[in-house]
């Protein structure tokens, strides 16, 4: 199988792996305190400690066997300090695209239409050696065991009961109301003013919540939305720059050309060219 080239971004920076499919199991304790995003799919499965775990607009309060599902493309991030045991598995559409149709893979990739799941003991008797033989299949460059187990994995948490959005004073409801209402408005949201008026805060309670559990202002936060959303469709669509910078929000075109290459290294067109 000749492999495919995934890039992630994270801190600024675009990361290349010269890999289709990803494994690793390692005692962590998090230091993922940046908001990032990649464009492979994700699966976090914890073994041991606990993690709140910011998935696009929502934390969620993970303990051990519980299991999160990132789908590519998300805005997520952990919380530095908290972490254990964990399992994390990464591929992207290339590596299912070689083995099944277009509709069967849209089937599969259901799974990660739920963001938390947590396995009943009998389903984690299945689930861990599913991961232990992808990782064999893994060290061996056994393709086709690694296609087999992964689809095994993703059927298999496709039936698992699923964690519901959960809060607590660490993180305040709020956050989820900010980071959601930002996530559907980002191309019409003008200033930190249109946040606070659509819903009725003001608007310096919102920077203290941003500086306080993402360690970044909330004006970097919507860019960071606003850049995801260009990249999509710089990948996705044949609309030219400005197009593009306009119907994500960018004031000029020249100003997103610049924040642009500032996240990814490279403008917006060589971005296209080598990555669509």
Same mark, same amino acid.
């Given at each position: 199988?000749?492999?495919?080239?995934?890039?992630?971004?994270?801190?600024s920076?675009?990361?290349?792996?010269?890999?289709?499919?990803?494994?690793?199991k390692?005692?962590? @304790?998090?230091?993922?305190?940046?908001?990032?995003?990649?464009?492979?799919?994700?699966?976090?499965?914890?073994?041991?400690?606990q993690?709140?775990?910011?998935?696009e607009?929502?934390?969620?309060?993970?303990?051990?066997?519980?299991?999160?599902?990132?789908p590519?493309?998300?805005?997520?991030?952990?919380?530095?300090?908290?972490?254990?045991?964990?399992? =994390?598995?990464?591929?992207? $559409?290339?590596?299912?695209?070689?083995?099944?149709?277009?509709?069967? @893979?849209?089937?599969?990739?259901?799974?990660?239409?739920?963001?938390?799941v947590?396995?009943?003991?009998?389903?984690?008797?299945?689930?861990?050696?599913?991961?232990?033989?992808?990782?064999e299949?893994?060290?061996?460059?056994?393709?086709?065991?690694?296609?087999?187990?992964?689809?095994? =994995?993703? @059927?298999? =948490?496709? $039936?698992?009961?699923?964690?519901?959005?959960?809060s607590?004073?660490?993180?305040?409801?709020?956050?989820?109301?900010?980071?959601?209402?930002?996530? !559907?408005?980002y191309?019409?949201i003008t200033?930190? $003013? +249109?946040v606070?008026?659509?819903?009725?805060?003001?608007?310096?309670?919102?920077?203290?919540?941003?500086?306080?559990?993402? +360690?970044?202002?909330?004006?970097?936060?919507?860019?960071?939305?606003?850049?995801?959303?260009?990249?999509? !469709?710089?990948?996705?669509?044949? =609309?030219?720059?400005?197009?593009?910078?306009?119907?994500?929000?960018?004031?000029?075109?020249t100003?997103?050309?610049? @924040?642009?290459?500032?996240?990814?290294?490279?403008?917006?067109?060589?971005?296209?060219?080598?990555? !669509?």
């Amino acid at each position: 199988m000749k492999n495919e080239l995934i890039n992630t971004v994270n801190a600024s920076k675009v990361y290349i792996f010269d890999r289709n499919i990803y494994f690793e199991k390692r005692s962590s @304790v998090s230091n993922m305190t940046e908001l990032h995003y990649h464009h492979h799919y994700e699966i976090y499965y914890l073994l041991s400690g606990q993690q709140n775990y910011f998935i696009e607009d929502s934390y969620y309060a993970m303990k051990k066997g519980d299991c999160a599902l990132i789908p590519k493309g998300t805005i997520h991030k952990t919380t530095n300090g908290m972490g254990g045991l964990r399992i =994390l598995l990464n591929f992207n $559409d290339k590596f299912l695209n070689q083995y099944l149709s277009h509709r069967a @893979v849209k089937m599969l990739l259901k799974t990660f239409e739920t963001r938390i799941v947590r396995p009943t003991a009998e389903k984690a008797k299945v689930l861990i050696p599913y991961f232990e033989k992808i990782n064999e299949a893994s060290n061996n460059q056994d393709n086709d065991g690694l296609f087999l187990y992964l689809l095994k =994995l993703l @059927v298999t =948490l496709q $039936d698992c009961p699923t964690v519901e959005y959960k809060s607590d004073q660490a993180h305040p409801p709020l956050i989820h109301k900010i980071t959601e209402y930002t996530q !559907k408005n980002y191309d019409k949201i003008t200033n930190l $003013d +249109d946040v606070a008026n659509a819903l009725y805060v003001s608007k310096y309670h919102i920077c203290h919540l941003f500086t306080k559990h993402f +360690d970044l202002p909330f004006n970097k936060y919507l860019t960071k939305v606003r850049l995801k959303n260009a990249e999509e !469709k710089l990948l996705t669509t044949n =609309l030219n720059v400005s197009e593009i910078a306009e119907s994500c929000g960018f004031d000029t075109t020249t100003y997103f050309c610049y @924040v642009f290459k500032k996240e990814f290294g490279i403008s917006p067109l060589k971005y296209r060219n080598l990555f !669509k």
